[in-house]
């Protein structure tokens, strides 16, 4: 009789906890919206062994058993709970495939081991960092405590970017009506400081102070032909990027305020701060937050990248319909699981009121030179406003330019990006229309600095 009563005492306490789980993971999907320490704990930490076999599919009706693998934006889509979901039916799903090595520039490696321990971090009152000593390579190389989060921030700004990078790219922008404005238009990277390409100065002669520009313009439709947007990077980190824009209807460029980076990018739910893969803004604006390393899921080997063309656009089947528009087909990429730094970009005290987000979390692939294959972002309300994902893909380049290297994962530049803003119920992705080009691939036209680096080449675009 005792031992009876102590089985169906020990089923119901069995019972209880399988209810108490089922009701926490239901809490936990209401809660996906509201940014919490909760949803970054259960996120899969990088020394588990628990994994997910390839050929696994994800849907929406398995998602939670795989939630932990999923990076927070991720499972937001997936659960079906917002306006951009992975809607259901046979073709609708996440396919997990086996995670694939990743190589970096030979002449970036180098410079890190020739530079290491030079680059020296320094912490400034408002709890942001700033860096001195940095020549090239990847600053901090083997990133640990103290001040975690700064070192990370760093590596990641300071990610491998070629000497000059162009893509041709066309750029759907939908609404919550799947209205669809299809533009097209070209960028153009150039990085004069901080140079770790073969045969290239590490600081060019003609930099002038610069470390990096961002040129972005406007080709299709006819009303945005020659909008151009140009974004400055003075090679001091405190310093704050300018910011101009050449307007064809009055023939001539504005230099933006500082506020403008919370501003749209050529007409997108992109803003200025969130180029360069998630984030593309001032490090001394924010506290970096180290929140761990995991293992999660992301795209970064996708094979359809390398083919796309002009003429296949979306007709190739690149894309879902619906309110799956901008997803990736699983049947032509594989998602897996990546070694991630989380790292919670917080802006100072001063910075918090004008800037637009609470919280950007990085997710920082330890392979791919710390740069972000997805950034989250929640409002001043700490509620999930954009989910931007990153599609990589490989980018072809001239075997001298690296080494020997014919193809390599592109840390900066060249990716699919998708942005879903899910409070505005706005979509927007980009992708290039050929395989990107880098250094001496680029045509030469691209390569005059004075014309696509510099504020005074805006006064020459419509000429």
């Not at 083919?307 to 990429?333: D, I, L």
Request: proline letters at 8%.
């Amino acid at each position: 009789m005792i031992n009876l009563r102590r089985l169906a005492i020990g089923a119901a306490v069995l019972a209880i906890a399988a209810m108490l789980e089922l009701t926490a993971g239901s809490a936990a999907a209401q809660n996906l919206g509201t940014f919490s320490q909760a949803l970054i704990d259960a996120l899969n930490p990088a020394s588990s062994t628990d994994t997910i076999p390839p050929g696994t599919r994800i849907t929406q009706a398995n998602w939670q058993k795989y939630r932990k693998f999923m990076p927070i934006g991720l499972q937001a889509f997936v659960s079906g709970q917002y306006f951009w979901k992975l809607e259901g039916g046979p073709e609708y799903y996440i396919e997990v495939g086996p995670t694939i090595p990743t190589l970096l520039p030979t002449k970036y490696l180098q410079d890190t081991e020739k530079y290491i321990g030079q680059t020296k971090l320094v912490k400034l009152p408002s709890g942001a960092y700033t860096i001195s000593n940095y020549n090239a390579g990847i600053p901090f190389p083997h990133p640990a405590e103290p001040d975690m989060g700064g070192k990370l921030l760093y590596d990641y700004y300071y990610t491998y970017i070629p000497t000059i990078y162009h893509s041709w790219y066309p750029l759907e922008i939908v609404d919550r009506y799947f209205n669809t404005s299809m533009n097209e238009g070209q960028q153009l990277f150039f990085k004069l400081s901080h140079v770790s390409d073969t045969g290239e100065p590490i600081f060019n002669p003609n930099a002038n102070g610069i470390f990096l520009s961002i040129y972005d313009q406007g080709l299709l439709p006819e009303q945005n032909k020659y909008l151009t947007a140009l974004a400055v990077f003075p090679d001091d980190p405190q310093r704050v990027p300018e910011l101009y824009v050449f307007l064809p209807s009055l023939r001539r460029s504005l230099r933006l305020s500082s506020s403008a980076r919370c501003a749209p990018l050529q007409g997108t739910d992109w803003t200025n701060d969130d180029q360069r893969g998630g984030f593309s803004g001032i490090p001394k604006w924010f506290i970096p937050r180290y929140l761990g390393e995991k293992k999660l899921l992301f795209l970064v080997h996708a094979p359809w990248f390398a083919r796309a063309n002009e003429k296949e656009r979306f007709v190739g089947g690149y894309t879902f319909e619906g309110h799956s528009m901008g997803w990736a087909r699983p049947q032509e990429n594989k998602f897996e699981l990546r070694d991630v730094y989380l790292v919670d970009l917080v802006p100072t005290e001063e910075n918090k009121r004008a800037y637009c987000y609470s919280h950007r979390l990085l997710y920082m692939d330890k392979d791919l030179a710390y740069t972000a294959d997805q950034a989250d972002t929640w409002d001043n309300q700490e509620k999930l406003w954009k989910l931007q994902v990153i599609f990589r893909g490989p980018t072809t380049a001239i075997p001298s330019d690296l080494n020997g290297q014919k193809s390599f994962v592109l840390p900066s530049g060249g990716e699919i990006g998708v942005i879903y803003d899910i409070q505005n119920e706005h979509m927007n992705v980009a992708w290039p229309s050929s395989p990107s080009q880098i250094n001496s691939a680029v045509p030469r036209e691209f390569h005059n600095l004075s014309l696509y680096a510099l504020p005074s080449g805006l006064e020459q675009v419509m000429k």
